[in-house]
């Protein structure tokens, strides 16, 4: 009898049991089959490469329920279809978080899964993951280590995962991952470093040589202590003679924060080409960040220090110079404690008003003489 048969209920009952096993393969399903020893008859399927799987029993087990077993295990463990090109980078995403949802404990793998879905699939969404580049990756990493450090090195961390089990033996849909040999990006614990006033001033006149768009951005970090993360998503809509008010959207803390504007002479100069101050050329908010930074870092002379620096440096000056409270400078920095009501909340972001633009009209005058004496 041939080992590929049609396989019907009736067939396989007439099957005779053997001293030797045999295994006969359904001809509309490959890989589907059946084991036929001296006692009993198994249904199996083979998958991932040639592992063979026991479905169950012929005795208690009927045909139909075995061959719907036999498909969705099929599926479950088909490789994707190979583009000569390579595998979607978000469809390989996709296939990394359902193989890893099967090895990590259920609070790991959702915490992977959100963070993996919010920071690193927008990048790798209507690409191949060959075309995905080492710099591209570490942009996005990079984004977090100045505000969330150990977000940073979480992220790190899964996607290296992720790229290594894409360039595993087993899947090999890359061949070297963009990760390699590239280390976590923050320094455990809390980074306290504060520029001093040489460092400071020479990113400041860097930055001015450097111009649109990273040197403005290093200004804008510099004259008003916002997060980097904050002057990337400015737009022009919320900039106005006075004030530049940040929707809730792009804060830390989500709440909206507004500011005196000081520096609408410096914002007039940058070129008007989107609704972004700074937009990537796919028209998203600016997030070249390692690639401007390395050679920003060339120019000025100053290594060891990030745009977070900035905000740290911009709030020790205030408290220095003795130009503002410790109040004011946490309405600057859009500091705001979680026991405040939301009435309260509004009315304080109104009620500093004064104070904080007093406070940067005093950190202009400080900073200007600062520069001028060196």
């Not at 991952?177 to 504060?194: F, N, Q, V, Y």
């Not at 908010?285 to 220090?305: E, I, Y």
């Not at 026991?339 to 005093?362: D, E, G, I």
Request: proline share 6%.
């Amino acid at each position: 009898m041939p080992s590929k048969i049609h396989f019907t209920d009736l067939a396989l009952r007439a099957l005779p049991f053997s001293d030797t096993q045999v295994t006969y393969w359904d001809q509309s399903l490959p890989a589907f089959g059946l084991r036929v020893g001296k006692r009993s008859k198994t249904f199996i399927v083979i998958r991932d490469g040639g592992r063979r799987v026991k479905i169950g029993n012929f005795d208690r087990k009927s045909l139909k329920d075995a061959r719907k077993e036999a498909r969705r295990a099929l599926d479950d463990h088909r490789p994707p279809e190979r583009n000569p090109l390579g595998i979607p980078a978000a469809q390989a995403l996709t296939l990394f978080l359902e193989d890893r949802k099967k090895k990590n404990k259920p609070s790991t793998h959702r915490e992977t899964e959100r963070l993996l879905n919010k920071q690193l699939l927008p990048v790798l969404e209507g690409h191949l993951l060959p075309d995905i580049t080492t710099e591209q990756i570490t942009d996005v990493i990079d984004d977090l280590v100045d505000d969330t450090p150990s977000a940073a090195n979480h992220l790190h961390v899964a996607t290296k995962t992720f790229f290594n089990w894409a360039a595993s033996r087993r899947r090999a849909y890359i061949k070297h991952s963009p990760l390699a040999g590239i280390e976590k990006p923050a320094e455990d614990g809390e980074r306290e470093h504060i520029l001093n006033d040489d460092e400071l001033v020479a990113i400041y006149r860097a930055a001015q040589r450097l111009g649109h768009p990273f040197g403005y951005i290093v200004l804008i970090c510099i004259h008003t202590g916002l997060r980097r993360g904050e002057v990337r998503s400015l737009k022009w809509d919320y900039i106005s003679d006075d004030y530049i008010t940040l929707p809730g959207a792009i804060t830390k803390n989500g709440h909206t924060h507004t500011l005196p504007n000081l520096i609408g002479d410096n914002l007039a100069l940058i070129p008007k080409t989107s609704e972004l101050l700074f937009p990537s050329e796919a028209g998203t908010p600016f997030s070249a960040w390692s690639k401007n930074k390395r050679k920003f870092d060339k120019l000025c002379g100053v290594t060891d220090w990030t745009l977070h620096d900035l905000r740290r440096t911009f709030a020790t000056n205030m408290a220095r110079w003795e130009i503002a409270s410790p109040e004011t400078i946490d309405r600057l920095l859009n500091h705001i404690t979680g026991s405040q009501s939301k009435v309260s909340k509004l009315y304080n972001r109104w009620h500093y008003l004064p104070q904080m633009k007093a406070a940067l009209h005093a950190h202009e005058k400080k900073l200007a003489a600062l520069i001028a004496g060196h």
